[in-house]
């Protein structure tokens, strides 16, 4: 129940904000506050009083197979720990950004965020696509009714290339249910049900190439990632946030949850072609960052270094290096979305995302120059902080399977201390050219500053609970690559289920 | 007295902690009471430990290990967060937290007037806390925490007035040179943990020795990265560029990067993993070739400079290099003990230059000083102490016994040779040239700029202690020759492995040792005549002195080709590519179907007739096909 309870506070909260928007528009985000921080309560209760576990079933389309499966193990749980933190941090920060058609806005922002909650927590892959859509739609208003400039080029863009790369995985979804269907007779959606299906080597490699393609946009990798620069450059704060944070972890999670478990003698097949293109999106992803003149870009381009690490560590089939790509999940979530919070208050002041323009800023704005050069460190690895724990293990983890690559992607070590410290200079540090004297972090600024800045340190410091809550994932999967997710545990759910079960078409 | 080690390292980070969070509220005095007051109590509580470590002494080979927390443990690989003390650590602490706290103290009255006077010490407070952790780490994570903790610190302070350009240009180049460094150190790490199943050092070097057979390509390659790592912090060839170019911190922060903080991390780290370098005989010979060749070659660096902090900071690479030297034949414990003697006699340099610079409203430039021998005479005395030590004048000083016990080891050593001999004893006579360059240059000759400021107490303390100590360090490694017992290297054996002397090489110690010191004052002598009869400007017109000399300025030309091969190719890439040249790919596609759109348009005119034309067309093509296929 708390499961589906997790996918609606949003949803209800974002009609909710719409609706309030017709007694006062300065209504609305008090309503999302108060959905996000119910969706983190709730998170934090599973994690603490559930140890972080929960299982729904209810039939929805019997006829199909396709039933409402929710599933949280601790993978799950920490991301939607995450989705629940990032969600509260997005709508802080567009307190005061968003003033027009506000209620549409949170409408459009929490939708997201349910999609994105219910992409991690589906067991039914038709339901998992259905959530994938959601999550699309509301962002694609974002950018093309809040964004700046060229927003409509880049919600275009952003829709074009995850909605065809979505269409391919429908396609696969589909061959895997048929091919499901044909051999054992009954047709289901159902994940578990459809881990054992038994998969011819060119059928598995076809159809793990659709779902690995939907990822890999969302994630991005190269050569896909170009959707990505135009739209986070063009989404307001928020939007970037929940982009950066959340929507490219989609992809991540995809592939540790669908592509890894459902077609593991494919996956080693790929794996060194998945590796080469994590290492060549961590360093060409940082050559751009580095080229850029427009910090949001610039910040947009780090993420595609950053998510190489998670395309290598998840491809490499090593134990610690899929610890190591569930740290950088979260961890990359928490420091970008940090960043893109911090541009989005310098572009609220300034007016510009020029980097040519900027410059000396720490004197004006302490809070904001202390956190960027935090999150700054934090992108670029630094030990103490969360973002060096993921990538270490990454590194450590593909080491033990190919030095090759891993001395390779070390080289983004170095990149991205050029890239981060590069932003700091063109921000905070160099000469105030312009005389800019903007206000400092106003005080809802610096609680989420703080917040972030806490968990981040704590992350790098303390990262056992969230090793614990995933192992037993990582565990299974290594183990049994076939039967990955547990088998239901109470006797209700399986009844459920072998009932769903029961009526095929 | 001993659990409470972790306090050591903790005092410095919560102290910055406190001072980042609050320290813009509160009075200057509070600031400098904190800042300073963390580290000193870092350095008596150093004292405590010490005292009660030394009280073990009746086993031999008694470490302390203190584990805070757990920090990971995932898969087998389960580092955790413990401080380990021994000999080497211990020696190590003692002057970190010691020579730290006269610097800090010195800046308290140093920095009185900067803006941002919290801040820097919330910073030099990260700086010595990092240290700290990197010299105590018991695991090789944690000691990179650290490692990459005084590359982020040295960039903060680097760059602490952030303003000037050039100041951000200096700190990016010293985070950057150095992280190429700390990424060879990555790799080590992970053929370490790879291959040997723990990142613990100690295991790591008990398993080293019982598993990878002595000169087997695995031990060198690991220590040829570990020694990369070393020379990335350690500004050795051919990462040194970004020392000289770090001078564009306060003097206070110059002082800590050369004497206590950061540049020793890479000595350290060599005697650390010993083990490794024993087992690769390739891997040691070229850290003792690395160490030569850096320090003669900063020496001609220092010996043309104008800056009187660049050339302290040549001599500190110089210097570095006789550490190097003296780990690459195996004497080190006589690392270790010029690391000691240096930290004393490069703080007091740094702290006595800062007054001079403080003194002459900020004046860098030797040439525009002078003189001032009358005007600060307790600046004068301490740096004539300091300089002299550095110099390594026989007896008296300091830097005479740890350099020339280096000196006479590289000849001795089972793996020295007359070479590594002639290179550090060629060095010695450049540091005695460089070192008096600047004495003379800014204390004697013409006054040519008055002094304005006197150091206060604050400021002076700091100077009179590190002179006292840069004579009577010495003292704590008597060699037996001297009436001592070379007390030092007896307590790091220990931990290090004893040196080996060759045999037959043995003899004729005294001789080598006034030569040594013959060398040592003839180098004082001779710049003393060049630079008084004007023989020193007559060299350095001529044209072909003038070319050399602006090759030695330029630091031999590394920064060119650096830039030429490495930064200007990357960032001219990242220039030209900055649309994204595979995002062409998409707007191409784009703009195709845009086209093709267009195109299709141009069919819908209107006109009948051209709807007729295409109907017939259709439909002759159709029947066309019909019939042929």
Same mark, same amino acid.
């Given at each position: 129940m708390i499961l589906a309870g997790l996918i609606l506070i949003p949803a209800v909260g974002g009609l909710l904000a719409w609706f309030t928007e017709r007694f006062n528009p300065a209504r609305p985000k008090f309503a999302a506050l108060a959905a996000m921080a119910a969706e983190l309560l709730a998170a934090v209760y599973l994690a603490a009083f559930r140890s972080g576990s929960a299982r729904f079933v209810v039939p929805w389309i019997p006829r199909f197979g396709i039933t409402i499966h929710l599933y949280c193990d601790g993978l799950s749980l920490v991301l939607v720990l995450l989705t629940a933190f990032l969600g509260l941090a997005a709508v802080a920060s567009a307190w005061t950004e968003i003033n027009e058609r506000t209620g549409f806005f949170y409408f459009n922002l929490l939708l997201t965020l349910s999609g994105v909650t219910g992409v991690f927590l589906s067991l039914d892959l038709f339901l998992f696509y259905f959530f994938w859509e959601v999550m699309i739609l509301p962002m694609y208003f974002l950018i093309a009714l809040w964004g700046h400039e060229n927003r409509v080029y880049a919600s275009c863009k952003f829709f074009l290339f995850t909605q065809v790369s979505g269409l391919l995985m429908l396609v696969a979804i589909l061959a895997l249910y048929f091919l499901h269907g044909q051999n054992t007779g009954h047709y289901t959606f159902d994940y578990i049900q459809l881990l054992k299906t038994p998969l011819s080597h060119s059928a598995a490699m076809l159809i793990m190439s659709g779902f690995l393609i939907a990822f890999v946009v969302k994630l991005p990798s190269v050569p896909f990632h170009s959707w990505l620069p135009d739209a986070h450059t063009e989404a307001p704060t928020a939007g970037s946030v929940v982009l950066a944070g959340l929507l490219l972890k989609t992809g991540a999670y995809g592939i540790l949850r669908f592509v890894l478990p459902l077609f593991a003698s494919a996956v080693r097949h790929f794996a060194p072609i998945a590796m080469a293109l994590g290492v060549v999106s961590i360093l060409y992803g940082a050559l751009l960052a580095f080229g850029q003149r427009d910090l949001k870009r610039m910040i947009a381009y780090t993420s595609v270094s950053h998510m190489g690490f998670v395309l290598l560590g998840a491809f490499a089939g090593s134990r610690l290096a899929l610890y190591g790509v569930v740290m950088q999940i979260l961890c990359h979530g928490i420091s970008t979305g940090a960043l893109f919070i911090l541009v989005g208050g310098l572009r609220e002041r300034l007016h510009t995302r020029e980097l040519d323009s900027m410059g000396g800023l720490w004197s004006a704005m302490p809070r904001l120059g202390a956190s960027l050069m935090l999150f700054a460190m934090a992108s670029l690895g630094?030990?103490?902080?969360?973002n060096f724990i993921g990538e270490f293990l990454v590194l450590l983890g593909v080491f033990q399977v190919s030095p090759f690559w891993a001395v390779l992607a070390s080289l983004g070590f170095v990149t991205s201390c050029v890239y981060s410290v590069w932003i700091v200079q063109r921000t905070?540090?160099?000469?105030n050219t312009r005389g800019w004297n903007p206000p400092d972090l106003s005080g809802r600024e610096t609680v989420v500053m703080a917040a972030m800045s806490v968990l981040i340190l704590w992350l790098g410091l303390f990262p056992r609970p969230v090793f614990t809550a995933v192992s037993p994932f990582v565990e299974n999967l290594r183990q049994k690559p076939q039967s990955s997710a547990p088998a239901p545990e109470s006797g209700r759910t399986t009844g459920v289920s072998r009932a769903v079960r029961g009526r095929t078409p | 007295m001993l659990e409470l080690l972790w306090i050591i390292p903790a005092l410095p980070f919560a102290g910055s902690l406190f001072l980042a969070l609050l320290g813009r509220k509160l009075p200057r005095r509070a600031i400098a009471c904190l800042g300073a007051g963390s580290v000193g109590i870092c350095a008596l509580l150093t004292g405590l430990v010490a005292i009660s470590f030394i009280g073990h002494t009746s086993s031999h080979s008694f470490t302390y290990t203190q584990t805070l927390w757990s920090w990971l443990d995932v898969a087998g690989f389960g580092p955790s967060v413990s401080l380990h003390l021994d000999a080497l650590s211990l020696v190590m602490i003692l002057v970190i937290t010691l020579v730290s706290f006269l610097i800090h103290l010195y800046s308290t009255e140093f920095m009185i007037g900067d803006a941002d006077y919290s801040r820097f010490f919330a910073q030099m407070n990260l700086f010595v806390g990092s240290m700290l952790t990197l010299v105590l780490a018991d695991n090789f994570l944690l000691l990179y925490l650290g490692w990459e903790g005084v590359g982020l610190c040295s960039y903060l302070l680097i760059g602490f007035w952030y303003g000037e350009p050039q100041n951000g240009y200096a700190a990016r180049k010293a985070f950057i040179v150095t992280r190429v460094g700390d990424t060879a150190l990555a790799i080590a790490l992970f053929i370490i943990f790879t291959h040997l199943g723990t990142l613990r050092i100690g295991e790591v070097m008990l398993a080293a020795r019982d598993t990878w057979p002595a000169g087997s390509p695995i031990a060198t390659v690991t220590a040829l990265l570990l020694l990369a790592g070393a020379v990335g912090k350690s500004a050795?060839?051919?990462?040194? &560029?970004w020392l000289p170019d770090a001078m564009a911190g306060p003097t206070p922060v110059s002082a800590l990067i050369h004497a206590? &903080?950061?540049?020793?991390a890479g000595v350290y780290l060599i005697a650390r993993t010993n083990v490794l370098f024993m087992l690769s005989p390739a891997a040691l010979t070229a850290v003792a070739v690395i160490g030569a060749a850096t320090l003669v070659v900063a020496g001609f660096s220092g010996l043309v400079q104008h800056d009187i902090k660049r050339v302290l900071a040549y001599s500190t690479i110089s210097q570095i290099g006789y550490m190097f030297l003296a780990l690459g034949v195996g004497a080190w414990s006589a690392a270790i003990f010029h690391f000691m003697t240096h930290a004393f006699f490069k703080a007091l340099l740094f702290l006595g230059a800062g007054c001079v610079i403080a003194a002459t409203d900020g004046e860098h430039d030797m040439f525009k000083m002078g003189g001032l021998r009358k005007q600060m005479p307790l600046v004068f005395w301490t740096f004539l102490i300091g300089a002299c030590s550095l110099s390594a004048v026989p007896l008296i000083t300091a830097g005479f016994y740890s350099k020339d016990l280096i000196i006479w080891k590289a000849y001795c050593s089972a793996r020295g040779s007359v070479w590594l001999w002639a290179a550090a004893i060629f060095g010695s006579l450049l540091t005695s040239m460089y070192t008096f360059r600047m004495v003379l240059l800014t204390f004697f000759g013409p006054l040519r700029k008055n002094a304005t400021k006197r150091p206060g107490w604050p400021m002076s303390l700091p100077l009179v202690v590190l002179a006292v100590l840069s004579i009577a360090g010495g003292l704590v490694d008597l060699p037996k020759n001297f009436g001592g017992g070379s007390a030092l290297t007896k307590f790091l054996t220990r931990d290090l492995p004893s040196f080996v002397t060759a045999p037959g090489r043995a003899v004729h110690q005294g001789m080598f040792g006034v030569f040594a010191a013959c060398v040592s004052l003839g180098g004082i002598l001779l710049i003393e005549l060049l630079m008084r009869s004007r023989m020193y400007e007559k060299i350095s017109e001529s044209p072909r002195a003038k070319a050399l000399h602006s090759f030695w300025f330029s630091g031999w030309g590394f920064d060119r080709l650096y830039d030429l091969v490495l930064v200007s190719p990357y960032a001219m890439l990242a220039r030209i590519n900055r649309d994204d040249v595979i995002d062409y790919f998409y707007t191409g596609l784009s703009r195709l179907s845009r086209q093709g759109w267009r195109g299709l348009c141009a069919t819908e005119n209107g006109r009948v007739r051209s709807f007729v034309l295409g109907i017939a067309l259709g439909a002759a093509i159709i029947i066309g096909l019909a019939v042929f296929l």
């Open positions: 630094l030990p103490g902080l969360g905070i540090h160099g000469p | 050795q060839l051919p990462l040194q &560029t206590a &903080t950061m540049v020793t």
